[in-house]
């Protein structure tokens, strides 16, 4: 029940669009389901009235349908109309553009139009309708008493007419789009019967063959002002053609019907003297290579007088156009110049006074150099407007317009640039950079600044629409930048990722929140990730001092001796002491008097005892470090307080060193125990060395004493 309720609404809302005779959405026809209706108000002096647009093009009709009066335009393109019958159209009062282009019209009956009173635009253009009285009967365009422009281009190419006498009825005709047939020679081409026509400006050259434009022939069409050529159709301006193009004001060309350097010049030359501004040369120069034929030289020293002021020349072969060298200046006269799709692959060119140039469509990647007048060097550059868009640049020069401070206008889209590098500082009236579809990620901080000094002074747009935008943590910058800025800058809401996955977004500010929130927590994230890092590392640092603590100071002590004292042991036979005595306070009653006496004075050995030999001045560590090592061996009296003295477990541990690092491992350390030590009680290194028998115990006896002290002698002489 919901569901259908729901339904019939939408239902209704469908139908109202189509009753709504106000809203341009078209619907069927309600006289032929194939035309496609569009209502539009028309507002008169009295009344608002509602009238038809009706499209039927394209929908195969052999018949024209019946039609309401209130039909304001009418589209038949593209049909299999045969015949327009007598009087087909007069109800047609209102009519104002009648379209019946692309259909199979041979012929017109003497009322077909009859009723269009007030049609303005009537398009006949592709039908095979042959310029005859029969085909097109003299008083047929009579009741067009409003038409302005008439298109009967591309019909019947093999007449030699024109249907001139049907067409001086429509005295209010100002644009005439027409086929040139091939005239027989001596009769000039427009007659007098166009002498009616005075307020026909607008000639458009459909098929024409070799036409010759010289004195006459324009002769009876004297308010022509624009000449369309606009199809390949060769023509040769003789001398003298100037005559006939009195108030010429814009022409555009095809071929050339003799196309060598003397005809060019002198067509040119003749085009110079009429009071043309715009000439457009499309598709004109196809030939490319003929020696010493450089088009723009030609064409640049004929115009160098004249009133052109609009230069087009598109569409050509790039071979032959400009010359390899010396390529004259832009004539002074020239304000606009249109060298687009020529697929030139260089451009220098002194532009003189040009303010609009429009290099679109080419082929000159980063060999783009916009050169100023020579001779005006200092002065400054006119340009004002640059079209260089889709032209495979991936790069452009830095300065490439520094000179042109007047510049409003730069058109750089679809092309592979990925940075702004160029500069613009100096334009101040900059108001459009269109750099869309490109292959920019984000600006750089110059450009930035860049543009917010340009939008000081001017209204500036970017347009960055189809660019590689990125939302990243390095181009959040550009993104606040971009709403921040005064500059108008125009992009898609979309982005890319780091990992290049398009985000599509609604708004930006929300965007820019989330990559904030994104880029804050990638902060911190490294934050602690270093700092993690630096514990790890000060822990393996510790551990491994900790390790080789003892190799550390061994090395160290060693290091600072060596370099106190060069002389340092190397030879292993001559070592100062035969032995060092390590053993604390406690115990120095039994160094003093048994050891001295048994190995100094009894045995003649030399004895290393830091109360005695130590040099004063010296570090303890040092006199240490230097002793062991100046010791052919370290006796170590050990008793409970060798334990507990920070010094006696120095010596031995340093001794432990001497032994593993200078010694060859071999063991110098020889322990005397004074007193009974459980071997719980005794570090894990001493245990070692009691385990290797490396050890003695004192026996404190007349009897043992001999053999203790024999053992020792042994021991050092090892
Ligand atoms: C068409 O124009 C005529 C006057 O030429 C006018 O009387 C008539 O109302 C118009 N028809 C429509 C449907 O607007
Ligand atoms: C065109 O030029 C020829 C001579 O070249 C001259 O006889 C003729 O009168 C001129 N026609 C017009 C209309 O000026
Ligand atoms: C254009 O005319 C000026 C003098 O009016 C002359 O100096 C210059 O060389 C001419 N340029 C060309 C390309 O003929
Ligand atoms: C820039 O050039 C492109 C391609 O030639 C064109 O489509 C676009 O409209 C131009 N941009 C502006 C702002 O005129
Ligand atoms: C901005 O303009 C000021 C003065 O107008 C100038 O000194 C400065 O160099 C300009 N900065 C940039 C980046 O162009
Ligand atoms: C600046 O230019 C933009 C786009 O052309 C326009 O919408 C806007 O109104 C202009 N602003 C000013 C202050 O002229
Ligand atoms: C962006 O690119 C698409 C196709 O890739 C194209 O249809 C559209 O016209 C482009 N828009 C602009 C502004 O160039
Ligand atoms: C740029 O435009 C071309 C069509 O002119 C299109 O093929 C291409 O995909 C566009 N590039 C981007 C990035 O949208």
């Not at 039927?56 to 045969?82: A, G, M």
């Not at 071929?255 to 009071?275: G, H, N, Q, R, W």
């Not at 004075?601 to 240490?624: A, S, V, W, Y």
């Not at 541990?653 to 063991?667: C, G, L, Q, V």
Request: hydrophobic content about 40%; some cysteine; charged content about 20%.
């Amino acid at each position: 029940m919901k569901l259908s309720k729901n339904m019939l609404k939408h239902l209704a809302i469908v139908v109202g669009i189509c009753q709504n005779v106000v809203l341009e959405i078209p619907c069927p026809c309600f006289f032929n389901e194939k035309c496609r209706c569009n209502s539009i108000p028309i507002h008169t002096k009295i009344v608002t009235e509602i009238m038809l647009e009706v499209d039927c093009s394209n929908t195969r009709l052999q018949d024209i349908p019946d039609l309401p009066s209130n039909v304001y335009t009418l589209s038949l393109k593209k049909n299999n109309i045969k015949v327009i019958n007598d009087y087909q159209f007069s109800l047609l009062s209102n009519l104002s553009e009648l379209d019946i282009s692309y259909n199979k019209i041979k012929r017109l009956n003497r009322f077909s139009f009859n009723g269009l009173s007030n049609l303005l635009f009537l398009n006949l253009n592709y039908n095979p309708l042959p310029y005859t009285e029969r085909a097109i009967p003299i008083e047929v365009f009579k009741s067009l008493i409003s038409l302005k422009q008439i298109s009967i281009r591309h019909t019947c190419p093999y007449d030699k007419l024109l249907p001139e006498v049907a067409l001086s009825n429509l005295k209010l005709l100002e644009s005439l789009e027409i086929d040139i047939p091939q005239i027989t020679p001596l009769k000039v081409v427009f007659s007098n019967s166009f002498d009616s026509l005075v307020h026909l400006d607008t000639l458009k050259v459909g098929i024409c063959f070799l036409l010759e434009i010289n004195n006459d022939t324009f002769y009876h069409l004297v308010h022509l002002k624009k000449i369309y050529f606009d199809i390949p159709c060769e023509i040769s301006i003789l001398p003298g053609a100037h005559h006939s193009l009195q108030k010429l004001h814009k022409i555009e060309m095809h071929y050339f019907y003799k196309y060598d350097v003397l005809s060019i010049a002198d067509a040119i030359k003749e085009l110079s003297m009429t009071p043309v501004q715009t000439i457009i040369f499309r598709n004109t120069f196809l030939h490319g290579t003929k020696e010493n034929f450089d088009v723009w030289n030609i064409l640049a020293s004929r115009l160098n007088d004249s009133s052109v002021r609009h230069l087009q020349i598109t569409e050509n072969n790039p071979v032959g156009l400009f010359p390899e060298s010396r390529i004259d200046p832009v004539p002074p006269s020239i304000l606009t110049l249109n060298l687009s799709s020529n697929k030139l692959d260089q451009f220098v060119l002194e532009l003189t006074n040009v303010q609009k140039l429009i290099l679109r469509d080419n082929h000159l990647g980063d060999l783009l150099c916009l050169k100023t007048d020579d001779k005006h060097k200092g002065r400054n550059s006119k340009l004002e407007y640059v079209d260089i868009s889709i032209n495979n640049i991936y790069k452009l020069k830095h300065s490439i317009f520094q000179e042109h401070a007047e510049l409003r206008y730069i058109n750089l889209s679809h092309n592979h640039l990925q940075d702004v590098l160029f500069d613009v500082s100096r334009s101040n009236n900059l108001n459009l950079l269109d750099l869309s579809n490109n292959s920019i990620s984000a600006f750089d901080q110059n450009s930035m600044r860049m543009f917010d000094n340009i939008s000081l002074t001017s209204n500036l747009t970017i347009y960055l629409l189809n660019n590689s935008l990125q939302c990243t943590c390095k181009s959040l910058i550009f993104w606040k930048w971009v709403i921040g800025t005064r500059v108008n800058v125009l992009f898609d809401r979309r982005c890319l990722s780091e990992d290049g996955v398009v985000i599509q977004f609604m708004s930006i500010n929300k965007r820019i929140l989330e990559l904030e929130k994104k880029c804050i927590s990638y902060v911190s994230f490294i934050i602690i990730a270093s700092i993690i890092l630096m514990a790890t590392l000060i822990c393996i640092v510790v551990a491994v001092v900790h390790k080789y603590r003892w190799k550390l100071r061994y090395m160290f002590y060693l290091a600072k001796s060596k370099h106190r004292r060069h002389e340092a042991i190397t030879d292993s036979k001559h070592y100062v002491y035969d032995a060092f005595i390590s053993y604390c306070e406690h115990d120095n009653l039994f160094v003093i008097n048994d050891c001295i006496q048994n190995l100094e004075m009894d045995r003649n050995f030399k004895l290393c005892l830091h109360q005695r030999d130590f040099l004063p001045g010296e570090e303890i560590t040092t006199n240490i470090t230097n002793a062991i090592h100046e010791s052919r061996k370290t006796i170590c009296i050990v008793t409970k307080n060798f334990f507990d003295s920070y010094y006696c477990m120095f010596e031995f541990n340093m001794a432990r060193m001497e032994s593993i690092y200078s010694r060859d491992k071999r063991n110098i350390i020889f322990l005397i125990f004074l007193e009974q030590i459980l071997p719980q009680d005794m570090p894990l290194m001493l245990l070692e060395l009691v385990q290797k028998d490396s050890y003695i115990e004192y026996p404190n006896d007349e009897q043992g004493d001999v053999v203790f002290w024999e053992k020792i002698d042994e021991a050092l002489r090892q």
